[in-house]
């Protein structure tokens, strides 16, 4: 078990309890949780928690922001959905459209990050948000490739096509993904991106190369983020700009990451959980406050405006700024102390 | 000398798209066109490169003040719509000047509450300010829902600056001019600020070396806090008037513009307003030209711009001291 998790334990009781309730919903989904809803809503988190742990490591290990992230994601989804709608269903052009997405994304990051993470990482920052944007418009303009504004929707091969085995396929590979990437920030190479984090100037004094570190988890993050575009676009057979490259995920990645808890793996684990059941089922409870409180007088007219479920973005970013100021390390770290 | 030469890629850029463009008319169009865009996104982003040149701050709302103005224009304009039928110059006159005023009094209000409640707390941390900044424009821009609705606004413009005049054979735009002359006025004021009043020697000499104005007894908090509320109130009127060329407001714009911005204040180098403002006009006329050569390819010929850019000055075209 410790080998298996790279001696990063919990180090809580309760985050551990919560982690081992995650794992076992997650995996016992199809059948505690029955219906199409709550499968996908699991499949979603599974996803997630991958996305969001290779955003950590840019985020929280290495201490850079990135706003590419999700363009990543999206060239693992578009690789996929590509590949499998042009050539046909087949695991030859699987195994093509995984493959190429892969190349293109570590092609990507790496020109990015030579081209910026030398001078500022506020700079680097300022240019992927720039890049990402190009790249949004880039797949609503090559429709005929990427099927522009409605995305594309294909077939898989014949193995994948139950419901279940496509489920624990995804799952699968998201945990064992998910578990590399603990190897890797609890490696040698996960504390020199540590101290870099704690003081660049004294880790480039020490004899570490700042930009080669910087690059090689961009690169790391990048490949993260194309697998779990790839996983989500086999679970949901399509690919579009709203499910992968909208500005809107990048906001709700950072969201995750931030409340979960930066810095360490699990943060992202419990913020994506949280976020995506959250976003799924809070809105349900949203709309009845926001129908019960629709009688008051009309000077208070605000209060079911504010709580609309359209609103629940306000209340997460309040939650947010919350975290930032106060709880830096997000509801892991709370629950380490 | 070389402070001289990214001034001269202007005239070049504008000359070189000539034979491409083919016909001087349509020519005279798009870069009467580019001038205007670029003044308008000159405005949006100057104060976010003050900011940063002066306090090392990199504010990620930014886009927010750009929508707010839009939206305090925007109510102005429809709430008194009425006066702007007689299509007199007066009369549009006294319903844009309200508009144009309500739309920087918001921004600036809205920039002193950041500034006061968000930014304030985590100075000198980068990667916590990137963060607060993008929790404020998420709370705002739902804020902005809940008070105007998430439904675009279309937005009349006054009828004085509508349609066009002939000038030769080419069409110019009323509003794009008025926007251009309404740029050079910002600039020109910001500049005579900048370089003839005691207070733009305490700002210029704050981007050099902070510690020194304070150690010289100047407050330069307080500096600081007035150079933000005018950034956020340029950035406001820039909104607004970006609103009135596109005649709709939504949500989305201010994050939408903003990408252009930072593509500007990356080409001008992080903190130099000059730079800011020869980064402006050269990314309005490459869009303009882009647009009518291969529509399809305009926000990606700004990206390739701002390459290039980096790749000749790499940390922009007037690179500021301590950057």
Redesign the interface.
């Known amino acids: 078990m410790k080998r298996l998790l790279s001696g990063d334990l919990p180090r809580s009781k309760v985050l551990a309890v919560i982690l081992v309730l995650v794992f076992l919903g997650l995996v016992l989904a199809p059948f505690i949780f029955p219906g199409t809803r709550s499968l996908n809503v699991a499949a979603k988190v599974a996803v997630f928690i991958l996305l969001v742990a290779s955003y950590d490591l840019l ?1 929280g290990y290495t ?1 850079i ?1 990135s706003f590419a992230h999700t363009m990543f994601f999206g060239i693992g989804g578009y690789g996929v959905g590509i590949a499998m709608a042009k050539m046909g269903s087949g695991w030859g052009s699987l195994l093509l459209g995984i493959s190429t997405s892969l190349a293109l994304s570590l092609a990507i990051a790496l020109a990015i990050g030579l ?2 993470l ?6 680097f ?3 992927t ?3 990402a ?2 790249f949004q ?2 797949a609503s ?1 090559l429709s005929d490739f990427t099927g522009g504004e409605d995305g594309l929707t294909f077939r898989l091969p014949e193995l994948l096509r139950g419901r279940l085995t496509a489920y624990y396929v995804v799952l699968a590979a998201a945990t064992v993904l998910f578990l590399a990437l603990l190897r890797v920030v609890n490696s040698p190479f996960g504390r020199v991106l540590l101290s870099i984090r704690e003081n660049e100037f004294r880790s480039e004094a020490i004899g570490y190369r700042l930009v080669t570190y910087r690059t090689m988890a961009n690169c790391l993050a990048a490949l993260g983020a194309t697998a779990a575009g790839v996983l989500y676009a086999l679970w949901l057979r399509y690919t579009g700009p709203d499910t992968t490259l909208s ?1 809107n995920i990048m ?1 709700d990645i ?2 995750m990451v ?1 409340i979960g808890g930066m810095g360490t793996m699990y943060g992202p684990v419990l913020g994506a959980t949280l976020f995506v059941v959250a976003q799924n089922y809070l809105q349900d409870l949203m709309k009845l406050a926001s129908g019960a409180t629709s009688g008051i007088p009309s000077f208070l007219q ?1 209060v079911p ?2 709580l ?1 479920p ?2 629940w ?2 209340w ?3 939650l ?2 919350v975290c ?2 106060y709880f ?1 390390s997000g509801i892991v770290g709370r629950l380490r102390r | 000398m070389s402070r001289h030469i990214p001034l001269v890629l202007i005239p070049l850029l504008a000359l070189a798209a000539l034979p491409l463009v083919g016909s001087v008319p349509t020519w005279v169009t798009l870069t009467v066109a580019g001038l205007a865009m670029g003044m308008m996104i000159f405005m949006m982003a100057s104060g976010l490169t003050l900011v940063f040149g002066l306090m090392d701050v ?1 504010n ?1 709302a930014h886009g927010i003040f750009i929508s707010v103005g839009a939206y305090g224009a925007a109510t102005v304009l429809t709430r008194m719509g009425g006066q702007m039928q007689g299509g007199t110059l007066a009369g549009d006159l006294s319903v844009m000047l309200p508009a144009v005023a309500a739309a920087i009094a918001l921004a600036a209000v809205m920039g002193w509450f950041f500034e006061r409640v ?1 930014i304030r ?2 100075y000198g941390d ?3 300010q ?3 900044t ?3 424009l ?2 705002f821009e ?2 902005i ?2 008070v105007w609705g ?1 439904d675009m606004i279309p937005l009349p413009r006054p009828g004085a600056i509508t349609g066009s005049f002939i000038l030769g054979d080419a069409a110019i735009e009323r509003y794009r001019v008025a926007a251009v002359v309404v740029g050079l006025v910002v600039f020109a004021a910001m500049w005579l600020v900048l370089n003839r009043t005691r207070i733009g020697l305490l700002v210029r000499a704050g981007v050099e070396n902070p510690e020194m104005v304070e150690s010289l007894g100047y407050r330069i908090r307080r500096l600081f806090v007035g150079v933000f509320v005018a950034g956020s109130g340029l950035a406001g009127l820039g909104g607004a008037m970006w609103a009135m060329y596109q005649e709709q407001v939504t949500p989305q714009m201010g ?1 939408q513009v ?2 252009v911005v ?2 500007v ?2 080409i001008g180098g ?1 903190g130099s307003v000059g730079g800011c403002f020869v980064g402006a006009l050269l990314v309005g006329l490459m869009a303009n030209y882009t647009g009518f050569l291969a529509p ?1 390819l305009a ?2 010929s700004n ?1 390739l711009l ?2 290039l850019v ?1 790749l000749w000055r ?2 922009g075209l007037y690179p500021v001291g301590k ?1």
């Open positions: 985020l201490g922001v081209l910026s030398r001078v500022r990482a506020i700079f920052a300022m240019i948000l720039a890049v944007a190009f418009i880039l303009q500005f906001i950072l969201l931030v605000f405006q504010v609309h359209d609103r973005l306000l997460l970013g309040v947010f700024i930032v100021y830096p | 990199m990620f968000l707390p985590v980068h990667l916590k990137i963060l607060i993008m929790g404020g998420i709370v739902q804020l829902h809940v998430a994050m903003l990408v930072f593509i204040v990356i992080l399809k926000l990606g990206i701002m390459v980096l790499p940390r950057a």
